[in-house]
C-alpha cells in the first residue's frame, strides 16, 4: 500500500515483514532505514529555518566541515554567529539546487513539506524535523568518543535516542563499553599514570576507567582497584607489579624501564596505581622516567585513602567546630629512626586531624611519641584496614591504647589510621547509621574491632 507519506510500506498482517522492520502505530510496517555516515567537507547543505532545531543542525554540519546555507526570515543571534551563509527571507522553489543534503526544519510544516518535496524532485536527501515518518530521512543522536561515532535512532522518538544515546555515552566515557583499538599497527606509545583509588571499583574516575579500558598494557599495584582487571580484553598484557603491600615484585627502576619500555613500542600503557599517584604513591618518579625518555605521559588524580577510607568509614577528616585542618603523614619509619623527617612535635601539637599512612609496623612507637610530645592520650583514634573494600575492618581506641589493640585485634596494612576528635562523628555517619546508603560497605558485615570509643567514652 502507500503510505499516508507517499511512501511504499507493508501491511503488518498481509505477509511477513522482514525482521529489522519497525511498526507504527498506524499497523503499517516500515523498512528499516538504511544507516549512513556522510562525507559533508565542503559539500552545500541547506538548512530551512532559523531556531532551535536549525541551530543543532547547523552545528552538526559544521563539524562535519559542510558548506552551511540557512534560510529564514529570522535567525538566532547563535545561528548568524556561526559560519554559515544566512539568507534572511522565506524558502523559495529552486533554493536547494547544488546541495546535497536539506533539513527542514522551520515551524510551518507547509514550508517543510514544501523543502521536502523539491529535495525528493532533486533527489537530494531531505530530513523534516516536525515529521519523522514523512522525512526521507533521519539525524540520528550521536555521541563521539575518540574516533569511535555512535548513532542512536529510535522509531522516531528523540527522546528515547537522546536517552540511549547518553547512556551509551557514559558507558563510553567510564571504559565500560569495548571501544579502545585493540592490538593493531602500532603508534605512538603513552603511559597513563591512573590513580585507581583506595579499592572500591567505583571509587576510579571517569577518565581513568576509560584510559585502563583503552590500554595495551596494565601495570598494576597490589593496592590498586583489581576487580577491574576482570574487565580488560583478554589480549591486554596485564603485568603484577606487586604482590604485598611494601614487598614489590618489581624495584622501583623496574617498573620505570617496563613502562617506559612499552610506551616506546608503541603501546599504550596504564600504570594503575591505588589512590593517588603522587601521594606516596611514586607517581613523580614514573612521570619523571617518562620525562627522561621523551614518553608522552598523563597523569589521572585518583581518589586517596587518606581522604576517601575515613569518609566511607563515616569519618570526616574535617568538621566545622571540631577541626579546620588535617594533616596527612607517612609514618613508615619509626619516629626515632635517622631518615624519619616528620615533625612529630608539631604533630603533637596540633588540634588538627592527623591522618598516618603505612602506620600499622610503627603505630606504637607513632602514638607514644604523640603522647610524649603532648597530644592528649585520650584523643580518639581509628585504625581503617582494607578500607572500601569488602574486608574492610574498623578498630575505634585512643592514643594511649590503639597501639595494643591493634596488636591484640592482628590489624593489618593496609590500614589509614586517623587520629582526632573528627573520629567520634562515625558515631552517627557511618554507613550502618544510614538506612538510606546504598555503598557496598552496607551490605558487607565491617567487622569493626572492639572495643568501640563509644563503650569506651
Ligand atoms: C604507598 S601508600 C599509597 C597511598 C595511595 N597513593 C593513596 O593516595 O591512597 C599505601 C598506604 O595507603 C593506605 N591505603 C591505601 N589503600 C588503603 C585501603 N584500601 N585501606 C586502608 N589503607 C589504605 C595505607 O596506609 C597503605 O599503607
Not at 528499516?32 to 531556531?51: E, K, N, S, T
Not at 608503541?266 to 612521570?287: I, N, Q
Request: with cysteine.
Amino acid at each position: 500500500m502507500i503510505s499516508a507519506t507517499g511512501r511504499r510500506t507493508r501491511e503488518a498482517c498481509g505477509g511477513r515483514a522482514p525482521e529489522s522492520a519497525q511498526s507504527r502505530s498506524d499497523g503499517d510496517v516500515e523498512p528499516a532505514r538504511y544507516p549512513l555516515m556522510l562525507d559533508m567537507a565542503g559539500r552545500r547543505a541547506v538548512v530551512v529555518g532559523g531556531g532551535r532545531v536549525a541551530l543543532r543542525r547547523a552545528r552538526g554540519l559544521l563539524d562535519a566541515a559542510a558548506n552551511v546555507v540557512v534560510i529564514a526570515p529570522s535567525v538566532l543571534p547563535e545561528l548568524a554567529a556561526l559560519p554559515v551563509t544566512v539568507l534572511p527571507r522565506r524558502y523559495r522553489r529552486g533554493d536547494l539546487a547544488a546541495a546535497w543534503l536539506a533539513h527542514a526544519t522551520s515551524d510551518d510544516p507547509e514550508v517543510n513539506a514544501q523543502v521536502a518535496a523539491e529535495a525528493e524532485e532533486h533527489r537530494i536527501w531531505c530530513v523534516r524535523a516536525d515529521a519523522a515518518h514523512a522525512s526521507a530521512a533521519w539525524t540520528p543522536a550521536v555521541t563521539r568518543h575518540g574516533d569511535v561515532t555512535v548513532a542512536v535512532t529510535a522509531a522516531g522518538d528523540p527522546t528515547r535516542s537522546q536517552r540511549l544515546r547518553a547512556a551509551i555515552a557514559l558507558a563510553l566515557a567510564d571504559g565500560g563499553l569495548p571501544a579502545h583499538r585493540g592490538r593493531g599497527p602500532r603508534g605512538t606509545g603513552s603511559v597513563a599514570l591512573i590513580g585507581g583509588g583506595p579499592g572500591d571499583p567505583g571509587l576510579i574516575t571517569v577518565l581513568g576507567r576509560r584510559l585502563l579500558a583503552e590500554a595495551d598494557v596494565v601495570v598494576t599495584d597490589k593496592l590498586a582497584p583489581r576487580a577491574l582487571l576482570a574487565e580488560l580484553d583478554p589480549d591486554v598484557e596485564v603485568i603484577d607489579a606487586g604482590k604485598q603491600p611494601h614487598a614489590h615484585n618489581l624495584t622501583q627502576t623496574q617498573i620505570n624501564d617496563l613502562i617506559v619500555g612499552r610506551a616506546l613500542a608503541g603501546r599504550r600503557v596504564a600504570r594503575l596505581k591505588g589512590g593517588d599517584p603522587f601521594v606516596f604513591g611514586r607517581g613523580g618518579e614514573e612521570a619523571l622516567a617518562c620525562v627522561r625518555a621523551g614518553v608522552p605521559f598523563q597523569v589521572v588524580p585518583g581518589v586517596s585513602s587518606a581522604i576517601a577510607v575515613p569518609a566511607w568509614a563515616g569519618i570526616p577528616v574535617t568538621h566545622r567546630g571540631i577541626t579546620q585542618d588535617f594533616s596527612v603523614v607517612s609514618a613508615h619509619l619509626d619516629p626515632s629512626q635517622p631518615g624519619a623527617t616528620v615533625d612529630w612535635e608539631a604533630m603533637a601539637r596540633s588540634t588538627g586531624t592527623l591522618v598516618l599512612l603505612m602506620a600499622v609496623a610503627h603505630l606504637d612507637a607513632v602514638a607514644a611519641e604523640l603522647v610524649k610530645r603532648g597530644r592528649d592520650a585520650a584523643t580518639p583514634v581509628a585504625v581503617i584496614s582494607d578500607g572500601t573494600t569488602a574486608g574492610q575492618e574498623v578498630l575505634i581506641s585512643t592514643l594511649a591504647d590503639v597501639a595494643a589493640q591493634a596488636a591484640a585485634s592482628g590489624v593489618r596494612p593496609p590500614a589509614v589510621v586517623v587520629i582526632g576528635d573528627v573520629v567520634r562523628l562515625r558515631d552517627q555517619l557511618h554507613p550502618r547509621s544510614t538506612a538510606a546508603r546504598t555503598s557496598p560497605a552496607d551490605v558487607t558485615p565491617a567487622a569493626d574491632h572492639a572495643p568501640d570509643l563509644a563503650a569506651t567514652a
